[in-house]
């Protein structure tokens, strides 16, 4: 599936156009503090990510999508779900640009995404990883059914994990 819509959200494949944008929300430090690896800052990043997740959009049939707002075609940032060999699944993930925190746009964005891949993917399981301190991050995760499992370390980051078993 290429796009998803939600009430107030466009989830649809990265695109080149979206770069100009989407590069400054990886050089800011408020918008990348709680990313899970050092490696993952930087405008060099963005055009890592959206190369990577074109792939594997083309040969998985999902990657990460960007976020937009109906409303006016704001990009926000990116959502969607992104295969973790380390767990043998694919974890959900998001990240919003500041103008757009507090909105419940992750939330949506996330649940939309967790949705897809329990019905159209039929995935037996998602992840989610966040920091503990990032209790914002945690309370999506929750809201998109994802229980708490345990404390892990990857990659070198202390982070807490979640799951959803699909039905």
């Not at 400054?24 to 503090?33: A, C, G, S, Y």
């Not at 209790?135 to 990857?154: D, H, Q, T, W």
């Amino acid at each position: 599936m290429n796009e998803l819509e939600t009430d107030r959200l466009i989830l649809r494949p990265l695109v080149e156009a979206d770069l100009p944008i989407y590069r400054p929300m990886w050089e800011n430090k408020n918008v990348t503090q709680y990313l899970s690896t050092s490696e993952q800052i930087g405008a060099a990043f963005a055009d890592r990510a959206f190369k990577a997740w074109t792939k594997r959009r083309d040969e998985q049939g999902y990657a990460p999508w960007a976020m937009v707002r109906r409303s006016d075609n704001a990009f926000m940032g990116h959502c969607g779900l992104q295969w973790i060999k380390d767990f043998g699944a694919p974890e959900v993930l998001y990240m919003l640009d500041e103008p757009y925190w507090g909105e419940g746009y992750a939330t949506e964005g996330a649940m939309a995404s967790v949705a897809f891949g329990l019905g159209a993917l039929r995935l037996d399981k998602i992840a989610g990883m966040a920091f503990e301190e990032n209790r914002a991050s945690c309370r999506v995760l929750e809201k998109c059914g994802l229980s708490y499992v345990k404390p892990i370390n990857f990659h070198g980051d202390d982070l807490l994990y979640y799951e959803r078993i699909g039905t």
